[in-house]
Structure formats: C-alpha cells, structure tokens
C-alpha cells in the first residue's frame, strides 16, 4: 500500500506542477490588475518581483521585460537600474553564465530568428524542428567562431553582432522540411 501511495503521488506531482505553471499568467495579471490603485513605486516593486520570479524560473526574457517595464512605471528605482544591469549583457539579452556563452547565445538567437524569418513564423512548430535547427546553428558556431575567438576580446558587442549577422548557415533542407507545418 506505501508503494502504491509513493507511486500515485509521484504521477501525480508533474501533473500539480503543470497545473500550477499555467495559472501563473492568470494570477500574475490578476495581481497587476489590482494593484492598478497602488501608487506607481508600489506597481513598479509588484513587476520587479514578478521579474525575480521569473529569473528564478530561468525565464529569463519574461524577467527582463517585467524589470524594463518597472522602470518605465517608476524610472527612479535604483533596485530595478541594479538587477538590469547585473542580469543584461551587452547584447541587452538575459546574461549568461559567462561571456563565452553570451556570445554563443547571441549567436543562436540571430540565427534562430533567421531561420525563423525564413520559414515566416514566430515560433517553431515541433521540438524536432527545433533541435533540427539547433543543430544547424551549433555546427555554424563550430566552424565560423572558434577562429576568431582570439579577436573577440578586442570587438565590441555591435562588431560581433554584425560579424554573427555576416555568418550564413544553410537552412534550405530544414526548411524544405517543416515549411509545410
């Protein structure tokens, strides 16, 4: 019976999770929502709590944009200056784990974009499109950047954009592949 009671709750717990992950929009809203009487600091403190949230939760673009929209309410709040500053490369993308990954990151995020530009979407469609073009981005990474990794340190964030911008990958299979989705 213990067995049976572990086991339940352990096909359970993903499912309460899930459960809970999809209210969070709908009770974030319903907090801004009522807070629209609060002064401007208070509703700007109410973002950057949502913003520490989501950092916390690795969604990392949603927190910038909860602390971005903090400073447009209350632009004098120095917390707020702090935890963009801390949290942004020089991409003014969510920092990585160091600048090696910011710069792989920023890499990934051109060329996802392009793909997707290409195949005229928001989004992907299936996680095996997904990994399909990841793959395609992590092979342009091996072959275009180790090279020049010597000279990144003396590029500016705009001269490696445009330079990760100058890259093409070939994407004419994948595309071939899942445009029809």
Not at 28 to 56: F, N
Request: glycine fraction near 2%; aromatic fraction near 10%; proline fraction near 4%.
């Amino acid at each position: 019976m213990e067995t049976e009671f572990a086991v339940g709750k352990c096909v359970r717990v993903p499912q309460e999770v899930e459960r809970r992950r999809k209210r969070i929009p709908v009770v974030r809203q319903a907090a801004i929502t009522k807070a629209q009487k609060a002064s401007k600091e208070d509703i700007a403190e109410l973002h950057c709590s949502i913003a520490e949230s989501l950092w916390a939760q690795k969604k990392r673009d949603e927190a910038l944009d909860e602390w971005r929209t903090a400073l447009k309410i209350f632009p004098k709040c120095k917390e707020t200056k702090q935890s963009l500053k801390e949290c942004t490369n020089v991409y003014g993308e969510p920092k990585a784990p160091n600048d090696t990954f910011d710069d792989l990151y920023h890499f990934q995020g051109v060329h996802i974009q392009r793909y997707l530009s290409l195949i005229g979407r928001e989004e992907f469609v299936t996680q095996d499109e997904m990994h399909d073009v990841q793959h395609i981005v992590q092979d342009g990474w091996n072959n275009n950047i180790p090279p020049h990794m010597p000279e990144f340190d003396r590029w500016t964030a705009k001269e490696k954009s445009a330079f990760f911008k100058s890259i093409t990958l070939n994407f004419t299979e994948t595309i071939l592949r899942w445009k029809k989705l």
